[in-house]
Structure formats: C-alpha cells, structure tokens
C-alpha cells in the first residue's frame, strides 16, 4: 500500500523535561506535523477544529536518527530542532540555610 506524501513537512524535536521531574533520562524524539490548513469554527458548536488529521498524530523515536530515517523513507518533508540545552547547576543542600548578607530571613 503506497502512503500518500504529506502536505505539511514534520517537526523533529526532544521534548523539554517535564518541570516536576529532576531526573536525566533519555528522552524519546518526536515527529509531529506542521498544520496544513487553518483551523474553522464547528457551525455546530463553535470550537476550532479541522479534517487535518496528521496534526494529531505524535511519533516517537528512540534516537534522531531513527526519525529521520523514517521521514526519508516515507518521503516526508522535516526540520529537525536541536534539543534544548539543560543547564545544571551544582547545588547543596546547606545552600538552602545559608545566610547571605542583606537577608533578614522573612521572605524573598
């Protein structure tokens, strides 16, 4: 069965960690598509909506390239963002009682 080429090109990305998670695991990758039409009002309800189907589609990869080889054999037009950059700073748990000059220690 041929798989027809899609209208929107993907977007290759790794998802930000989740704010409530501190740990440093391995993301997966994404590959999600670009909107290929506008979205209109329900006439019924009046929500956005759409017959685009492909935007609601998430893969997920194990690696970039793993991604990229499946947009390439599929014909599938892609941007690939780079992961955003985690910045990790050394902290200690006696910084949290540290006094610093100027702090009264009510408040911020």
Same mark, same amino acid.
């Given at each position: 069965?041929?798989?027809?080429?899609?209208?929107?090109?993907?977007?290759?990305?790794?998802?930000?960690?989740? %704010?409530?998670? &501190?740990?440093?695991?391995?993301?997966?990758?994404? /590959?999600?598509?670009?909107?290929?039409?506008?979205?209109? /009002?329900?006439? @019924?309800?009046?929500?956005?909506?759409?017959?685009?189907?492909?935007?609601? @589609?998430? /893969?997920?990869?194990?690696?970039?390239?793993?991604?990229? %080889? !499946?947009?390439?054999?599929?014909?599938?037009?892609?941007?690939?963002?780079?992961?955003?950059?985690?910045?990790?700073?050394?902290? &200690?748990? %006696?910084?949290? !009682?540290?006094?610093?000059?100027?702090?009264?220690?009510?408040?911020?």
């Amino acid at each position: 069965m041929a798989i027809e080429p899609h209208a929107a090109p993907a977007w290759i990305f790794q998802p930000a960690p989740n %704010a409530m998670q &501190s740990g440093r695991r391995k993301r997966p990758w994404h /590959l999600e598509f670009d909107p290929a039409a506008a979205q209109q /009002l329900s006439p @019924l309800m009046g929500w956005p909506g759409g017959a685009d189907m492909d935007q609601e @589609l998430v /893969l997920r990869f194990p690696t970039r390239e793993a991604a990229v %080889a !499946f947009a390439e054999r599929h014909g599938i037009r892609y941007t690939v963002e780079p992961p955003p950059r985690e910045a990790i700073t050394p902290k &200690s748990y %006696a910084d949290n !009682f540290r006094w610093r000059p100027g702090d009264t220690g009510y408040g911020p």
